[in-house]
């Protein structure tokens, strides 16, 4: 097992890395930007700080710990590049436009094959693929005759045709701390601390301006041409969606993630059918970015309240327990949707005026919101539901008063 013979202090302020490449974000070229390198191999080749997949780094260090990962691979990344051609799109142009995740991030190995030959570990932090997607729900609405089988989204066994995109996230700090309106080293001083001091560099190296952060990647699944997302000539039907571990994938009944987030899935389909494209982008913020223990502990909370859960007291709860209402603020959720090049999502499927209010402020305007039918709420998700409705989202049905709502009134959250 190869393991590096000495441990090298990233907090000392005199770290140099002497052959690291220079980042110009924003540049014209990918060439002219530079590499993002983020990897232990050869420290001086570092130019970020942080590490690639920085969510799963600590499983990575246990696997070379216990002997069963070598710690000075490098990736071969032969057929690797992408099965779809994407951009450039002016957005990945623009500094203040993409500043979570890198542009650049999915063709590594043909911008920068020289200096990879060079002994430069740079990896790739998008990746795009093909895939089938076999849902049940997707069943029942050809069934009913929602949806067709047509050989082309939607194969005679049923299975539905994606391309799917994963993203890691890649900031660039001096545009995260412009877009949430702080100073930068305000920024990059609470950013240290509250990951218990995890990246000294933070701190003593503000020449890194790029951080790789230790939180899960976004995937977005693309109904039909990828190319079409960015034509406004043709109808785009899209849902940007927040991570719900226990709807989405275990079907809990206590509030609308997954009928909400199928519904998205089936309006996407419909609109590749009928000659113009789909988008599902997922995001992973468990329990609005909260973590799903304080989910739980809410849950029990709502539940378990005198007069038991009810509306009025649905934020507050949560604001009990967490001390926030919502830690998600959807100030960076466009970047993905500025990497496909979008510039007008026709149909929105989405209630949230959160999300709604962070894509149209970074640029791109929306035609129709669509709200989830009535009667994909599970029973045990109409407080939610409500709650949500008094507090602002956007909806076409009646929104209901009286003082079992007055607790609600002026407050806002993502669903």
Not at 131 to 145: F, K, M, S, T, V
Not at 189 to 197: C, D, M, N, V
Not at 225 to 232: E, H, R, S
């Amino acid at each position: 097992m190869e393991r590096t013979s000495h441990v090298i202090l990233t907090s000392h302020v005199d770290q140099i890395y002497k052959e690291a490449p220079e980042l110009q974000w924003g540049a014209e070229e990918a060439k002219q930007r530079g590499p993002v390198i983020a990897t232990f191999t050869n420290p001086e080749h570092r130019n970020a700080i942080g590490s690639h997949s920085g969510g799963y780094a600590v499983y990575r260090a246990l696997s070379i710990a216990s002997g069963n990962y070598p710690q000075a691979h490098r990736p071969d990344l032969t057929n690797t590049m992408p099965t779809d051609e994407l951009g450039p799109h002016p957005s990945w142009r623009d500094p203040n436009r993409m500043i979570s995740i890198d542009p650049w991030g999915a063709h590594v190995f043909d911008h920068f094959h020289d200096m990879i030959k060079a002994g430069f570990n740079i990896q790739p932090t998008i990746a795009v693929t093909k895939a089938h997607l076999r849902i049940a729900e997707i069943d029942d609405a050809i069934d009913a005759g929602r949806l067709k089988v047509d050989n082309k989204i939607i194969l005679p066994n049923r299975d539905v045709v994606v391309t799917k995109a994963a993203l890691e996230p890649v900031w660039y700090l001096p545009g995260l701390a412009k877009r949430f309106g702080v100073e930068e080293g305000e920024l990059r001083k609470i950013l240290f601390q509250e990951t218990g001091g995890m990246f000294p560099e933070l701190v003593t190296r503000p020449d890194l301006k790029v951080l790789l952060p230790p939180i899960g990647s976004t995937t977005a699944y693309v109904f039909g041409d990828m190319a079409d997302l960015a034509d406004t000539n043709k109808n785009l039907t899209c849902r940007v969606h927040d991570e719900c571990n226990g709807s989405d994938v275990f079907g809990s009944d206590i509030c609308t993630c997954r009928p909400y987030l199928i519904h998205g899935i089936e309006e996407a389909v419909r609109s590749a059918q009928s000659g113009g494209s789909g988008l599902i982008v997922y995001y992973r913020k468990e329990g609005r970015a909260l973590g799903e223990v304080t989910k739980f502990l809410v849950y029990n909370a709502r539940k378990r309240q005198v007069g038991g859960d009810s509306a009025a007291t649905y934020f507050h709860r949560t604001e009990c327990v967490a001390g926030v209402q919502d830690a998600r603020f959807q100030e960076l959720m466009p970047d993905v949707l500025h990497w496909f090049g979008v510039k007008h999502i026709h149909r929105l499927v989405s209630m949230s005026d959160m999300k709604y209010n962070a894509i149209v402020n970074s640029g791109i305007s929306v035609g129709e919101r669509i709200s989830i039918p009535d009667d994909l709420i599970p029973e045990d998700a109409r407080v939610e539901i409500e709650a949500k409705k008094a507090a602002g989202y956007f909806t076409t049905a009646d929104v209901l008063q009286g003082n079992a709502l007055d607790g609600v009134k002026g407050r806002q959250l993502s669903e």
